[in-house]
T-cell receptor
Framework: DAGVIQSPRHEVTEMGQEVTLRCKPI?????LFWYRQTMMRGLELLIY????????DSGMPEDRFSAKMPNASFSTLKIQPSEPRDSAVYFC????????????FGPGTRLTVL | AQSVTQLDSHVSVSEGTPVLLRCNYS??????LFWYVQHPNKGLQLLLK??????LVKGINGFEAEFKKSETSFHLTKPSAHMSDAAEYFC??????????FGKGTTLSVSS
């Protein structure tokens, strides 16, 4: 299995631009999670899906952030407009068997907003 | 409520010496506990997982952790550190089946 795939691995953009991060979960997994990692806040859960349906988006910082999962093999996290304080590493993770079971993480996308 | 506390933000050891990374948890239920490792510029990788079977859990790369209910601890150990062990380590708890709660991490440095 290829594991969780994220793209791009690095993204540099200017403030105000739209940013789209992509994730392909492990085939057969029914839960997908988006996390953000910063030095100040550590690892934060932003949103998670079960069977492509968003279950809990209480961690999404503001309306500028949105996430979709159009099918079982693809999810996006969009920031529009982006701000410098959005600079972070964004991780996608997936699991089979429950939102509190072992999660398998992708390599992350390092986002820098100038 | 559930929580997890990693008692050291940074641990430094010499290669070949033992590693001890400390973790305390709080949970109203019988928890599942995990240790994840994150190498620089990489995603998080599961080291080991405790789910109420044996209290001593063996993981990958020679790491193990012992669940001690009386002390509400789940410390991670390794008998002999290797340079490749230098990374960030996260203790994680699932106490009520709702979500994983991540600790703030411990940075392990290994010197030659």
């Amino acid at each position: 299995d290829a594991g969780v795939i994220q793209s791009p691995r690095h993204e540099v953009t200017e403030m105000g631009q739209e940013v789209t991060l992509r994730c392909k979960p492990i085939s057969g997994h029914d839960y997908l999670f988006w996390y953000r990692q910063t030095m100040m806040r550590g690892l934060e859960l932003l949103i998670y899906f079960n069977n492509n349906v968003p279950i809990d988006d209480s961690g999404m910082p503001e309306d500028r952030f949105s996430a979709k999962m159009p099918n079982a093999s693809f999810s996006t996290l969009k920031i529009q407009p982006s701000e410098p304080r959005d600079s972070a590493v964004y991780f996608c993770a997936s699991t089979l068997g429950g939102r509190a079971d072992t999660q398998y993480f992708g390599p992350g996308t390092r986002l820098t907003v100038l | 409520a559930q929580s997890v506390t990693q008692l050291d933000s940074h641990v430094s050891v010499s290669e070949g010496t033992p590693v001890l990374l400390r973790c305390n948890y709080s949970s109203s239920y019988s928890p599942s506990l995990f240790w994840y490792v994150q190498h620089p510029n990489k995603g998080l990788q599961l080291l080991l997982k405790y789910t109420s079977a044996a209290t001593l859990v063996k993981g990958i790369n020679g790491f193990e952790a012992e669940f001690k209910k009386s002390e509400t601890s789940f410390h991670l150990t390794k008998p002999s550190a290797h340079m490749s062990d230098a990374a960030e380590y996260f203790c994680v708890v699932n106490g009520d089946g709702t979500a994983l709660i991540f600790g703030k991490g411990t940075t392990l440095s290994v010197s030659s």
